[in-house]
Antibody, heavy 123, light 108 residues
């Protein structure tokens, strides 16, 4: 079964940095499936943050998140990351990683989702 | 950026009834690049429909999707107890991909 397993919940203070992880397992072609990140603020809907192609680390961001977060990948350990250099209270949310369904397809739906990582930013 | 507007915000129905959820796009969605997801409390979203009308693996046939251009519909033919959840549409034709705000299907 294709799986994306995310790192655990985090509680941080404003201004701190953070890197959360998403590890893929049980499918070939890790390098060739775009993996993305989606934000869900408390009680709200889904927001597309950006995606990365692990094979060459080609990365695309939503204009709303460009410059606010960084997406990266380490294909040697089949892991994708989302990081912040300086957290704000408004970053409090659940963050999901998710895999594109079609091999190498830039414009695609998410067929597999991680369980989510809850990030709480509070002084 | 394509804006997706879902209606109604909340749908109150009984088990066995038919649910019809709407997703309207601010501009035409090319190639019917429209997906539907189901999310239950405390869980990640789950893919139901892609390409506007193709069911994902393991999705029961009581779920169906239709539409093209700017108007899309998710229909649940007969609601089962496990179908009460929030449903989101997503367009992936234009970057950035965008989601609708969701429709909650609740037990009447």
């Amino acid at each position: 079964e294709v799986q994306l397993v995310q790192s655990g919940a985090e509680v941080k203070k404003p201004g701190e940095s953070l890197k959360i992880a998403c590890k893929a397992s049980a499918y070939n072609n890790f390098n060739n499936h775009w993996i993305g990140w989606v934000r869900q603020m408390p009680g709200k809907g889904l927001e597309w943050i950006g995606i990365i192609y692990p094979g060459d680390s080609d990365t695309r961001y939503s204009p709303s998140f460009q410059g606010q977060v960084t997406i990266s990948a380490d294909k040697s350990i089949r892991t994708v990351y989302l990081q912040w250099s300086s957290l704000k209270a408004s970053d409090t949310a659940i963050y999901y990683c998710a895999r594109h369904g079609w091999l190498a397809a830039l414009d695609n739906y998410f067929d597999t989702w991680g369980q989510g990582t809850r990030v709480t930013v509070s002084s | 950026e394509i804006v997706l507007t879902q209606s109604p915000g909340t749908l109150s129905l009984s088990p066995g009834e038919r649910a019809t959820l709407s997703c309207r796009a601010s501009q035409s969605v090319r190639s019917t690049y429209l997906a539907w997801y189901q999310q239950k409390p405390g869980q990640a979203p789950r893919l139901l429909i892609y390409g506007a009308s193709s069911r994902a693996t393991g999705i029961p046939d009581r779920f169906s999707g239709s539409g093209s251009g700017t108007d899309f519909t998710l229909t649940i033919s007969r609601l089962e107890p496990e179908d009460f959840a929030v449903y989101f549409c997503q367009q992936y034709a234009n970057s950035p991909a965008t989601f609708g705000q969701g429709t909650k299907v609740e037990i009447k």
